[in-house]
């Protein structure tokens, strides 16, 4: 299917280059673009499909010269069936309550994500995010986006304690998971695996036909986990097909 982005309202940028995130000696560089407010939401839609992610109003996607490990994933809603091991995770959460709220940051949501940060990415490229940083993150955008608050039950009827957060944008054909987080104390739970599965069933409430993942980066400690979640389907040269129908790397 061919894309249709608006081009002329976006000036693209190319980064530095930089240390690879994800894998040992590499070397990263990305292209981006600043989303318009006029039309965020459409040129978000169109910059998915064409294999961008977003961060607040930049949408970006890798342009390494030597190196094309990542690639944009998704699951196909109406193909997705859970496995034995993925409805033990969802039974494990059966007691958590969903909640979706406004794009709009709390100090709870940020005293969690900081013992996310602190427990997981200690030395990742986030682990100095304050306050406004993540009040930037989660409000400063021109799409249609909200947040997934997912809690344990209460006591005394009130909200429960909050142990997960999904920043999720809704785009035309799907739900696009652009950062989650959750309490590291809480393992057993396989929470970030949970969220993913709880998006794959919001998905299919409402009809939408993909949930996209990000990228995933095959052979990199943090980014396996995607590969777990079947059919999955990524975007190469060819366009978007099932992982196991791709050509094999040249």
């Given at each position: 299917m061919t894309q249709h982005v608006p081009t002329r309202q976006l000036r693209f940028f190319m980064t530095s280059v930089a240390p690879c995130p994800y894998l040992p000696g590499k070397t990263e560089r990305k292209v981006f673009a600043n989303l318009p407010f006029s039309d965020g939401a459409h040129v978000n839609d169109e910059l998915t499909l064409a294999g961008f992610r977003r961060s607040q109003n930049i949408a970006y996607r890798p342009a390494c010269e030597?190196?094309?490990?990542?690639?944009?994933?998704?699951?196909?809603?109406?193909?997705?069936?859970?496995?034995?091991?993925?409805?033990?995770?969802?039974a494990r959460n059966a007691d958590l309550t969903r909640a979706l709220v406004e794009a709009e940051a709390t100090t709870e949501q940020f005293q969690l994500l900081r013992r996310y940060l602190t427990s997981r990415h200690p030395l990742g490229g986030?682990?100095?995010?304050?306050?406004l940083d993540y009040v930037a993150m989660v409000e400063d955008t021109a799409v249609?986006?909200?947040l997934i608050e997912y809690r344990l039950p209460s006591d005394d009827g009130g909200p429960g304690d909050l142990v997960a957060v999904t920043l999720t944008d809704l785009l035309r054909?799907?739900?696009?998971?652009?950062?989650?987080?959750?309490?590291?104390?809480?393992?057993?739970?396989?929470?970030?695996?949970?969220?993913?599965?709880?998006?794959?069933?919001?998905?299919?409430?409402?009809?939408?036909?993909?949930?996209?993942?990000?990228?995933?980066?095959?052979?990199?400690?943090?980014?396996?986990?995607?590969?777990?979640?079947?059919?999955?389907?990524?975007?190469?040269?060819?366009?978007?097909?099932?992982?196991?129908?791709?050509?094999?790397?040249?």
């Open positions: 030597a190196c094309d490990a990542c690639v944009s994933v998704r699951l196909p809603v109406p193909d997705f069936a859970f496995s034995r091991s993925q409805r033990k995770v969802l986030m682990s100095d995010m304050g306050w249609r986006t909200h054909d799907g739900l696009s998971m652009v950062y989650s987080f959750y309490d590291p104390r809480l393992d057993r739970r396989s929470l970030g695996r949970f969220a993913i599965l709880d998006h794959v069933r919001q998905a299919a409430q409402v009809g939408l036909p993909f949930v996209y993942l990000g990228y995933w980066v095959r052979g990199s400690e943090k980014m396996d986990y995607k590969a777990d979640f079947r059919p999955l389907e990524v975007l190469g040269k060819l366009g978007w097909m099932r992982l196991e129908d791709q050509p094999p790397p040249i």
